[in-house]
């Protein structure tokens, strides 16, 4: 589960993102600007038993991404069409500044993980796309409006809005839809409002102001303390790596609840 909300209004673009999840060992990574491609911020997980531990991030060009777990899709190759099987997230925040950049990349290439989940992009520009596979086909759903939320269904597959199945999203839309500007704030609020707490809690949050280039970071869904960086002054120290429970002073009761049982009852939960 993850809830991802994207905001550009007044001249202020902001991304946000829960991490819902049963890993509680998080981190985050910063990879300055090299021949291989752009500077970026990767948040995700430390565990040897997931391969692909980047979730999502931001990149020197204020370019935005994460991604949400969905059903099988059914999705299908296009024979004319390379595959791609590396890793999502690092080969979008490496390469790309721009919403149209990353479109292209998906209308040129098979990309397999869209069976198994969905992806929000963001840029500096304030534009957004979900990229999505519903309907038997590869859909682009771009932002209309202020805002642009993605939860984990589907969105093409339901004639309108009314029929979206998840309160999360709904939660979202009255936030946003009343919302007079783009703030910190506003995303807070958001993230706060539709975080998990059991089962698959919400591990870390994240949101990115994308033209200003800074990502404020929450632990275990406590939204009283962040840890703020500043892109451009991180990259400059060259590559570095950082626990994420290792950044706040304070450890919400939450994750010392999750770290004792936590983890069992999600073993429990997968069962049914």
């Known amino acids: 589960m993850c809830t991802i909300v994207i905001m550009s209004k007044n001249g202020i673009v902001l991304a946000g993102n829960n991490e819902d999840y049963t890993e ?10 090299s021949k291989e491609g752009y500077g970026r911020v990767y ?4 565990s040897p038993s997931l391969p692909d531990s980047f979730q999502g991030g931001m990149n020197e060009h204020g370019l935005f991404m994460d991604m949400n777990a ?10 004319s069409k390379p595959a791609f099987y590396g890793n999502l997230v690092e080969k979008i925040l490496t390469n790309f500044a721009t919403v ?16 198994i989940l969905k992806v929000p ?15 038997g086909k590869q859909n682009f759903l771009f ?3 202020d805002y642009q939320i ?14 979206y199945p998840c309160q999360r999203y709904q939660i979202a839309d009255q936030i946003l839809k009343n919302a007079e500007s783009a703030t910190v704030d506003v995303i807070r609020s958001v993230l706060s409002a539709t975080h998990f707490d059991i089962g698959s809690p919400t591990l870390y949050s994240n949101i990115c102001d994308l033209k200003q280039k800074q990502l404020y970071l929450y632990f275990f869904h406590n939204f009283e303390e962040a840890v703020v960086f500043d892109l451009d002054k991180e990259l400059k120290k060259g590559n570095a790596s950082y626990k994420i429970p290792s950044l706040f002073p304070t450890t919400p009761f939450a994750a ?4 004792q049982l936590g983890s069992k009852i999600a073993h429990i939960l997968r069962k049914y």
């Open 24 to 33: 509680p060992r998080t981190k985050i990574w910063f990879i300055p600007a």
């Open 43 to 46: 948040v995700g997980f430390d």
């Open 70 to 79: 969905v059903n099988p899709t059914g999705w299908q190759r296009d024979s």
């Open 100 to 115: 149209h950049e990353v479109v292209e990349f998906f209308q040129q290439h098979n990309v397999p993980d869209l069976n």
């Open 121 to 135: 992009i963001a840029d500096a520009k304030g534009n957004s796309v979900i990229v999505e596979w519903g309907q």
């Open 143 to 145: 932002k209309e409006g």
């Open 150 to 163: 993605s939860t984990n269904f589907i969105q093409s597959d339901c004639k309108n809005s009314d029929e």
């Open 256 to 259: 010392h609840q999750y770290n």
